[in-house]
């Protein structure tokens, strides 16, 4: 099974200030097949990303996906205080489907 | 609106079996897309568990494979998740999800319930 890797496990900053999630495929990962979600305490995941690149129904353009191959990037510009959450990464390029172990995004 | 709903007994015996069931609304289970059964342990990451297509195709996460069974009902719009012989590392909030056929992300999410495996 491909095993994603998040990094970092924590992101401490601050409002207004960019944040950088890392996802990191242990083979590599078809780009149709990558997304990202955000999850909050006590609610379900929400998808942002689909597609590696492209934004969920009605996702603010600050949240931007990138990456190919093993290598994955979920960028949040100008971070909000509602932006605090646990990221994760997900594939589905190869059975089974996997989670990365999450980020979680604190805002200072 | 596209909307999923998790329903079943929040506490299971060990060496018990859990059941739970998903209703869907606002689409047709017959649609064009698989249904799947995600958990996540108090504090931890996001498991698969495995996805039905109306079909009755199922693809199961192979670590929980010998365990587990998802069943769909489409005359009541809803699919279902068995585990058997659970034990204590079963306990976690249980979501149903859709999968999209476009690009295999989950595009709806049910609100998730807690399951607790305990004497």
């Known amino acids: 099974e491909i095993v994603l890797t998040q990094s970092p496990g924590t992101l401490s900053l601050s409002p207004g200030e960019r944040a950088t999630l890392s996802c990191r495929a242990s083979?590599?990962?078809?780009?149709?097949?990558l997304a990202w979600y955000q999850q909050k305490p006590g609610q379900a995941p929400r998808l942002l990303i689909y597609?590696?690149?492209s934004r969920a129904t009605g996702i603010p353009d600050r949240f931007s996906g990138s990456g190919s191959g093993t290598d994955f990037i979920l960028s949040i510009s100008r971070l909000e205080p509602e932006d605090s959450a646990v990221y994760y990464c997900?594939?589905?390029?190869?059975?089974?489907?996997?989670f990365g172990g999450g980020t979680k995004v604190e805002i200072k | 609106q596209v909307q999923l709903q998790e329903s079943g007994p929040g506490l299971v015996k060990p060496s018990g079996t859990l059941s739970l069931s998903c209703a869907v609304s606002?689409?047709?289970?017959?649609?064009?897309?698989?249904w799947s059964w995600v958990r996540q342990p108090p504090g931890k990451g996001l498991e698969y568990i495995g996805e039905i297509y109306h079909s009755g195709s199922i693809n199961y996460n192979p670590s929980l494979k010998s365990r587990v069974i998802i069943s769909v009902d489409k005359s009541k719009n809803q699919f279902s998740l068995k585990v058997s012989s659970v034990t204590a590392a079963d306990t976690a909030v249980y979501y149903c999800a859709r999968v999209s056929q476009t690009s295999r992300h989950f595009d709806y999410w049910g609100q998730g319930t807690l399951v607790t495996v305990s004497s």
């Open positions: 597609a590696a690149s």
């Open positions: 083979q590599s990962v078809s780009s149709s097949y």
């Open positions: 606002g689409v047709s289970i017959s649609s064009d897309n698989w």
């Open positions: 997900q594939q589905y390029g190869s059975s089974p489907l996997t």
